[in-house]
C-alpha cells in the first residue's frame, strides 16, 4: 500500500481494499524502521494517529467519508498542533507544546486525515539544506550523502521515502519546491493569500505560503481542496471561492502557452540539469504546447532583494522569542538583559542569527531607505515581471533548483553560495504568484524538478500541466531502491 | 529676560471597544491577571491579528469631530522594541500613515477668550501590558491583560504657551472623547493619559527650544505641576548657562519632581516599517458619511445653543456643557420643571452637583432623577414652597423619600400664603418685641430683617416671603 498515491490509497479506501487503522500502521511500521537514518520526523504521534484512523474507519463505516478521509500525513514542524510539539526546528521552541491548530492542520483535521507526526526543518524554515535544524540533519532517501533541500526537507524526505503518502510544507523562498525537487516528488506554493497562515510559524509574513507535498499533481490537487480558502484568523488571506482542483486535470494541453525565461537557462545552471529539463519541455510539446522564449529581466535582482525583505521581516517575527512567556530561557538570568541576550544567544542557531542580524541592519534608522523601501521598489518590478510574462503565456517553465542535491556539509559554511541553491524559486515568492515542482528525471542520479509557474490564482491549471505530464511520464512514481 | 513656554501634549485614549484592537479578547478593566489574553494577545507563535473595526469607526468619529483629514488609506507598522510586557517585540502602531491628520480644538482661557490648538495627528495602535515589580520578591510579575487594548494617539500641534492651556486642551479632549461615546475617560484606570511636551525660548525667539517629554502624567493637576515644574527647571538651567538635552523625564507626584528616564542616544532605534500581517486600512466615503451621520451634537454647538436657547451666561453654558452627561441631565430638567432654564441651572450646577461630589457618585447613579428635581423647581415657581425649604426637600429626596410633592405633604412643608394667618404671626411677633418696634419706628430701618426672621421662624420657615414683607411693612407703618 505504501507505494500507492493518495488518489490511489483514497480509492482503496473505498473499496475497502484496506481501513485507515491498517494503513495509519503500514507508514507508522515504517516510519520506525526507517526514519531513525533518515531523521526526517521529529515527533511522531502514533497514538494519536490510531486513534484518529480509527474515528476515521467509523466516519467511512458511517457514509462520511470524504476523499481524504483516513489518509496518514506528516505536518511540517512550523505548524502550530495543539497538545504537539511545534518546535520550527530550532532549540528556542524545543519545549514548546502549541495550545491550538494552525488553520491548515484543522481543515485537513475536517477533512478526515490522519497526522502521524512532525517533519524535520531548516530552523524556522531558514534553510536551503535542512542543515540548520536543532535536530540534525535529514538525509536525501536517493543518496543518503546528499540533503534532500529545504525549508521543508523533513516533509520532502518522508514522502520520497514513502513514510507518509503527503505532508505539508512551507514555502517562503523555494522552501516547497527546492526539497520537493532535491527529493524527487511533487510540491506546490500557492499563491500567496491562497493558504491561511494562521498558525503557521511566521518567517517572512509577505513571503510565506503554505502548501501540499505528495507524490503527483492528483494528489496535490486533492489537498489543495482542503487547504484552501479565505480565513477571517489572517488578513492577507483573499476572500475568493475556492475552485474543485481536481475539475480540470484531465484538460487536454493542446495550444498551451509555455515561456521559458531565458534567464533561468543562463550560467550557474547544472548542464545535467539543464538536460533533464528541456527533456521534459520536449515531452510538453508533444502533449500539444507552444514553447517560445521570454523573458523576466529582473531575475538577477531576486535574491538580494529577497536578503532584504525576508530578514528584515524575520528579524521583528522573531523578536517574540525572549524568553519570557514560552520557548527557551537561559539558566539563572542576572538581569533582564541577560535574560535577552542569553535566551536567544542560546536558542537560536547561527542561521537564524545571521539573518535577525541582517535584517536588524536592514531596517536601522539611516539604512531603511537605502535598503528595505530600495528592496521593495524592486520587488515591484520583480512582480511586473510576471504579470507581463504571463499576459504573454498561460505557464512559465524552467529548472526548480540550479543543481541536483548537493552533499551534506558542502555548503554549509558558504552561505552565499546555499543562498544562490534558490535562485530560480525566490522571485516567485516576491511576485506571490503561485509555483510547482514536479519530477522530471536524474541528473548523476540524483533527482531533478521542473518548475511550472503560473498567474494569481491559477493552481487548476498548474495542476492541470502536472497532471498531463504525469500521465505520460512515471518521474513521480519511482522510489530511492533502499525504500520501495 | 523673558521666557516663552512651548508645548505640545500626546495624549493616549482608550477606545471604548469591547474586544481589543486585533483579537477577540475582551477589555474589561480589573479582571485576574492574563485571564483576558488570548493566543493572540500573548504572541504565541504562528498567531496573527485582525483589525477590529469597531475602532476605525471610533477614530472616523474623532476625525470628523475635530474637522480633520481621514486618511482614505492608513498604514499599520510595527515599532520593534524589546520589554517583557510587550509580547510580540512589537507594537503594531501607524507611523508614516495615519487614519486621522490635521484637526483643530478650540479651547477657552482664564480670560474668556478662546485659542486654536492643532491637532498634528492621530493614529491607533495596541497597549502593551502591565509589569508589576512590588508583588514579587526578586522578581517581575506580567499581566497581558491590557496587552492589545486599542488606543488612539491623539497629537497636538506645539500650539500650547502654558500648563494651563495645556489643562484646557486636555479637558477640552477628554470632554470630546465622552461626548463622542469612543473613550470612558476614566484616567485612575489609565483609559485617558498624557505626555506632555515642554520646551521654553526666550521671548520672540522663532525657533523652539530642546523639549524634553514628560511622562506619567495621570491627572489634570499633574499635568499641571508637571508642566511648571518642567518649566521652572529648564529656565534655570538655561539662565545659569546650562543646557536642556533632549530627553525623556518621569513625574513624580510624591516628590513634585521630573527626572530623566532616558536620552535621546539612550533611546531605541525603532525601526518602524509596514506590518507585513495587516492590509493597509481603507477606508471609503461611504463609511465616512455613515459614521458622520452617528456624531452627536458637540460640545462647542452645545454652549451655544444653551446661551442661545436657554439665555444662560458664557460661564454657565461652558459648566453644563462640559460633560454629556451633564448636559442631558440639565435639558431633562428643564424639560420637567416646565422650563424654568435659569433655576434648573442653578440648581444642577449646585445643589445637585455639590450632593455628587459630596457622596462621589457620577450622574449616571443620582438617587435624584430629573423628574423629581424638575417637580421641585415648579413647586418652587408656583409658590408652594420657598427657596429655603426647597433644599431641605431635595436633601430628602437625595436620601430617598421619594418625589417632592410626597416630601412636601408628609412634611407639611406647604407655604403659608393665607393672609389671615401670616398677619396674626406677625402680630404675635410685633406684641412680643415691643422695643424693636419702638426703634424700627425711630428710623431704624434695618430691624426690618429682624421681624422677617421672627415671623420666619413661628411659621417654620414657611410663610410667603414675598407676602410676609408686604404685610409686614403695611403692619410697621400702621
New interface residues.
Partial sequence: MYEKTLAELSAALRAGETSSVELTQTFLDRIERLNPDLNALITVTREQALADAKSADEMRAAGKAGPLTGIPLAHKDI??TQGVR?S?GSRM?DN?I???N?TVVEKLKAAGMVCVGKTNMDEFAMGSSNETSFYGPVRNPWDVQAVPGGSSGGSAAAVAARLVPVATGTDTGGSIRQPAALCGISGLKPTYGRVS??????F???LDQGGPMGYSAEDLALMMNAMAGFD?????SVEREVPDYTADLGESLQGLKIGLPKEYFGEGLDSEVAKVVEAAVEEYRKLGAEVREISLPNTELAVPVYYVIAP??A??N???Y?G???GYRCENPVD?EDL?KRSRGEGFGPEVKRRIMVG?YA???GY?DAY?LKAQQVRRMIRDDFTRALEEVDVIMGPTSPTVAFNLGERSDDPVQMYLSDVYTIAINLAGVPAMSIPAGFANGRPVGLQVIGNYFDEARLLNVGHQYQQVTDWHRRMPEQYA | MEWETVIGLEIHAQLATKSKIFSGASTAYGAAPNTQAC?VD??????????NKDVVRMAVKFGLAIGAKVAPRSVFA?K?Y?Y?DL????QISQYELPVVEQGMLEIELEDGSTKNVGVTRAHLEEDAGKSMHEDFEGMSG?DLNRAGTPLLEIVSEPDLRSAKEAVAYMKKLHSLVRYLEICDGNMQEGSFRCDANVSVRPKGQKEFGTRAELKNLNSFRFVERAINIEVERQIDLLESGGTVVQETRLYDSVKNETRSMRTKEEAN?Y???PD????PLDIEPAFIDQVRATLPELPDEKRRRFIDEYKLSVYDAGVLTSSREMADFFEAVVRESGGQAKMSANWVMGDFSGALNKDGLEIGDSPVTPTMLGQLLQRIADNTISGKIAKEVFEAMWNGEGMPDDIIEKRGLKQVTDTGAIEAMIDEVLAANPGQVEQYKGGKDKLLGFFVGQVMKLSKGKANPAQLNELLKKKLAE
Fill in positions: 505548524f502550530c511545534t520550527c521552541l514548546f502549541a495550545p491550538y494552525a497562515r494562521y498558525g503557521m510559524i511566521a517572512a509574513s509577505s477571517e484568523r489572517d488578513s492577507t528584515a521581516e528579524s521583528s522573531l523578536s517574540r525572549d519570557v512567556r514560552f533582564l535577552y536588524t531596517l536601522s534608522a531603511y528595505y | 493566543a500573548l504572541g504565541l507563535p504562528g498567531v496573527l491579528p485582525v483589525l510595527r520593534n524589546f517583557p509580547p510580540k517585540g512589537y506580567i532605534d525601526r518602524y516599517f507585513p500581517d495587516l492590509l
